[in-house]
């Protein structure tokens, strides 16, 4: 009886599929790279010499056919997308024949378009070039042939000149496009859409500003010239933060602030106090799971608890005097209890000469400095009197300040941050959870931010610059 229980019969297998196959599956050998190359990443290499076009590719519906721009064409029947300054790679030179019969000279020539997404030339596209000598030419595409037969491809295109332009003829021209776009080189050499629309490439041009400027004032304003380093501002002793300085050496160039070719990243390995992961680097590396490695705690210790010995760029004997360090981070395999020891041991009023609670106000209230926020958070004074929000307060309502004050509390960002409680978080800590989530960014909070960066405290500008200007960058690879 009890065997019977046991017997079970096993299900039915599933019916194997009977479609035959048209063609036998390709052999993969194991020496084929199987790894894609997004030809768009290679345009930048095409060979040919670059010319700057103003180039006017044509809209029209399915029943309409191609035709060569018209000037005494009425509008509704001829609709341009037109691409300011787009390159285009000139094979050879131009060519000029004399036409004998009515005494002209014919220009033409061959040039190939980069594979862009939302560009497909055709038959009877109008460009406008530089014929030399102070005349802009317009020309019309005669010829089109697709270079591949993949998705992705360049184009060769045959040109024939027209007319001279003039400001008529332009005006003309410009009176059929229905929609305009900008050509962003640097994009396509990074494997971006390098067409944007009007308001992105402005945006475009507006990010890459503040991204130099804010790179040239965060590393001016911090760098000291007898430390050969950033330090940070407002302390009674110079301090060094190893994790800001790792930070500015890899989001700041060279050519946005060349200053940053003299900043020195000194050696203060000892108990591995850089190895463990900073909130830079989790932003760095878009990397959320990186928060739950994250020390959140810090605290300042004196270079004299270092190794004695002398060793290429030792902090110790560098003049810098004091260095933060991570208090009480999550510890590794290898179970490095002696860093939490040795400040648990020696740690250092933060105030002073460490890290002191806000910027330029100079209060111990945890409200951003340079902002007036009604609150009950200490009994220094902070009444309803001092922070009074009337409409004279520039700063008031103004999202560009809202942001985290940097205290003692935690490292460089709120608890609410490393919590993800985003309702409890400012408006800069969301943008950032943003970027470590992948979410699309929103340039006008950057803007904000960016345009009141100078009126942040010291300590707000110098440990939220590296993370507002990754915030910049993060954006820029987003238009």
Not at 189 to 203: E, H, K, P, R, S
Not at 290 to 316: D, G, M
Not at 372 to 388: A, H, L, M
Request: charge should be negative; proline fraction near 5%; glycine fraction near 6%.
């Amino acid at each position: 009886m009890s065997k019977m229980l046991f017997d079970v019969p096993r299900p039915a297998e599933a019916p194997k599929n009977t479609t035959a196959e048209i063609a036998p599956k390709p052999y993969k050998h194991s020496i084929v790279d199987s790894s894609k190359t997004p030809i768009e990443s290679l345009a930048a290499w095409i060979g040919g010499s670059n010319l700057q076009v103003d180039y006017y590719s044509q809209i029209f519906g399915g029943s309409e056919e191609l035709k060569a721009f018209d000037p005494n064409q009425l509008n509704p029947y001829q609709n341009y997308h037109k691409i300011n300054r787009l390159i285009i790679k000139l094979q050879g030179a131009f060519s000029q024949d004399d036409e004998g019969e009515n005494g002209r000279f014919s220009i033409s020539a061959s040039a190939v378009i980069p594979p862009f997404p939302n560009l497909v030339p055709n038959v009877g596209d109008a460009i406008i070039a530089d014929m030399g000598e102070g005349d802009a030419g317009q020309f019309s595409v005669t010829r089109v042939r697709k270079l591949t037969n993949n998705h992705a491809s360049a184009w060769e295109i045959s040109l024939k000149h027209d007319r001279l332009v003039t400001s008529d003829l332009e005006q003309k021209l410009n009176s059929k496009v229905t929609k305009e776009s900008y050509y962003q080189r640097d994009y396509l050499i990074t494997g971006q859409n390098a067409i944007l629309a009007a308001v992105d490439y402005n945006a475009v041009g507006v990010l890459n500003q503040h991204l130099r400027n804010i790179s040239q004032m965060f590393v001016s304003n911090n760098f000291s010239y007898a430390n050969h380093t950033l330090i940070i501002p407002g302390q009674a002793d110079a301090t060094y933060d190893p994790y800001v300085v790792r930070a500015t050496l890899k989001v700041v160039s060279g050519e946005d602030s060349p200053m940053t070719r003299d900043i020195r990243e000194y050696n203060c390995d000892d108990h591995r106090i850089p190895k463990f992961v900073d909130i830079y680097t989790a932003v760095m590396k878009r990397d959320k799971t990186l928060l739950y490695n994250t020390f959140k705690e810090f605290a300042c210790i004196t270079v004299a608890l270092l190794n004695p010995s002398v060793y290429q760029n030792s902090v110790r004997y560098s003049g810098i005097r004091y260095i933060v360090a991570p208090y009480r981070p999550n510890l590794d395999n290898d179970n490095y209890a002696t860093l939490n020891e040795i400040i648990a041991g020696n740690r250092l009023s933060v105030v002073n000469p460490g890290i002191t609670l806000t910027g330029t106000t100079g209060d111990d209230c945890r409200c951003v400095a340079d902002i007036r926020i009604p609150c009950e958070c200490c009994d220094n004074g902070c009444t309803d009197k001092d922070t009074d929000t009337d409409d004279t307060d520039s700063n008031f309502g103004n999202p560009g300040m809202d942001i985290p004050s940097i205290g003692n509390t935690s490292y460089v960002l709120s608890t609410a941050f490393y919590d993800k409680k985003l309702v409890e978080c400012s408006l800069f800590e969301r943008v950032i959870w943003n970027i470590l989530d992948d979410k699309p960014m929103n340039y006008k909070e950057v803007f904000a931010f960016c345009e009141n960066y100078h009126k942040w405290g010291k300590l707000e500008q110098y440990y939220l610059g590296p993370l507002l200007i990754l915030m910049i960058r993060a954006t820029l690879r987003g238009l």
